[in-house]
Nanobody, 111 residues
Framework: QVQLVESGGGSVQAGGSLRLSCATSLYSLCMGWFRQAPGKEREGVAAIDSDGFTSYADSVKGRFTVSRDNAKNTLYLQMNNLKPEDTAMYYC????????WGQGTQVTVSS
C-alpha cells in the first residue's frame, strides 16, 4: 500500500502563495490533489499522470500548478494568488481514481 505524507500547509493572506509537497513511498502513474472545506464535499483540485499531463479544477486554473519529481517520488502543488475560498484541508492521492490518501495538510487564507 502506498503511503503519502503531505506538508507545506499554513496560514496566508489573500494574494499569497504556498507550496504543498507530498512524499510517497511508491511511484504511482497518476497522482492528484484534493481539498475539503468544512461542511463541503471533497473536491478534486489537480492531477498529473506519468507523462506530465495535467488537469485542474476550473476554480484554480491559472493560479495552481501541479508537478512531480519522479526521482524523489514527490508530488507538488504550487498555489499562487490564494483566495479565502481556497481555505480547506488539502490531500494528495495516488491513483486515478484515487486508491490511497495522505493525512492532509491545512491551508487557511485570510482576507
Amino acid at each position: 500500500q502506498v503511503q503519502l505524507v503531505e506538508s507545506g500547509g499554513g496560514s496566508v493572506q489573500a494574494g499569497g502563495s504556498l507550496r504543498l509537497s507530498c512524499a510517497t513511498s511508491l511511484y504511482s502513474l497518476c497522482m492528484g490533489w484534493f481539498r475539503q472545506a468544512p461542511g463541503k464535499e471533497r473536491e478534486g483540485v489537480a492531477a498529473i499522470d506519468s507523462d506530465g499531463f495535467t488537469s485542474y479544477a476550473d476554480s484554480v486554473k491559472g493560479r495552481f500548478t501541479v508537478s512531480r519529481d519522479n526521482a524523489k517520488n514527490t508530488l507538488y502543488l504550487q498555489m499562487n494568488n490564494l483566495k479565502p475560498e481556497d481555505t480547506a484541508m488539502y490531500y494528495c492521492a495516488a491513483g486515478c481514481p484515487p486508491r490511497n490518501w495522505g493525512q492532509g495538510t491545512q491551508v487557511t487564507v485570510s482576507s
